[in-house]
């Protein structure tokens, strides 16, 4: 009885223990000590350059952390650091239709894809050394098909692969998958 006493309070101390290094919001796993963020301008360096790509998306990703987390946006220093830039903005068929041996084929929808360079660092010396686990610097990339010109469908589409790329950067950086 005893043996069993003592094993029950070890695993709550241990799960307190645990449990108060980091806290959970929308199923975001953050280190209690993690209060600010900065989040920098995301510059839009690919080939092809849409005007509002670049403040868009650096307000996207800013949205999605303030309304998932608890932590502040700030400016210079800050216990967490997000910067980045737009590598990748291009236009290709994905579908072709055939018509006849004498003419070029024509294509039949065309994908939007958008890829950016993120690199997210923890700047504060955290238990057992998390903040190593926690840092990265990945490539992200998504993609939205559609038919037509493009002039009359970008908005959406940037709009969509937008909302996918800051989830994918949230998940990395917040979720730890």
Same mark, same amino acid.
């Given at each position: 009885?005893l043996?069993?006493i003592a094993?029950?309070?070890?695993?709550?101390?241990?799960v307190?223990?645990?449990?108060?290094?980091?806290?959970k919001?929308?199923?975001?796993?953050?280190?209690?000590?993690?209060?600010?963020?900065?989040?920098?301008y995301?510059e839009?360096?690919?080939?092809?350059?849409?005007?509002?790509?670049?403040?868009?998306?650096?307000?996207?990703?800013?949205n999605?952390?303030?309304?998932?987390?608890n932590?502040?946006?700030?400016?210079?220093?800050?216990?967490a650091?997000?910067?980045?830039?737009?590598?990748?903005?291009?236009?290709?068929?994905?579908?072709?239709?055939?018509?006849?041996?004498?003419?070029?084929?024509?294509?039949? =929808?065309?994908?939007? /894809? +958008? @890829?950016v360079?993120? %690199?997210?660092?923890?700047?504060?010396?955290?238990?057992?050394?998390?903040e190593?686990?926690?840092?990265?610097?990945?490539?992200?990339?998504?993609?939205?098909?559609?038919?037509?010109?493009?002039?009359?469908?970008?908005? =959406?589409?940037i709009? /969509? +692969? @937008?909302?996918?790329? %800051?989830?994918?950067?949230f998940?990395?950086?917040?979720?730890?998958?």
């Amino acid at each position: 009885m005893l043996k069993r006493i003592a094993c029950s309070l070890i695993v709550v101390a241990a799960v307190s223990l645990f449990s108060s290094c980091f806290y959970k919001l929308n199923q975001a796993s953050i280190p209690h000590e993690l209060k600010t963020i900065r989040i920098d301008y995301f510059e839009n360096n690919a080939p092809l350059v849409v005007n509002t790509l670049s403040q868009y998306f650096t307000e996207q990703l800013k949205n999605r952390i303030r309304s998932q987390t608890n932590l502040s946006i700030v400016q210079g220093n800050a216990d967490a650091t997000m910067t980045g830039n737009i590598i990748g903005y291009s236009i290709a068929p994905v579908s072709v239709q055939a018509t006849n041996p004498n003419t070029p084929p024509i294509a039949n =929808a065309s994908r939007l /894809t +958008i @890829t950016v360079n993120v %690199t997210y660092t923890v700047n504060l010396t955290l238990p057992n050394h998390y903040e190593k686990q926690l840092s990265y610097q990945s490539q992200f990339s998504r993609y939205a098909d559609f038919t037509g010109d493009i002039s009359s469908h970008q908005q =959406a589409l940037i709009q /969509t +692969i @937008t909302q996918q790329l %800051t989830e994918d950067i949230f998940n990395k950086a917040f979720a730890n998958w």
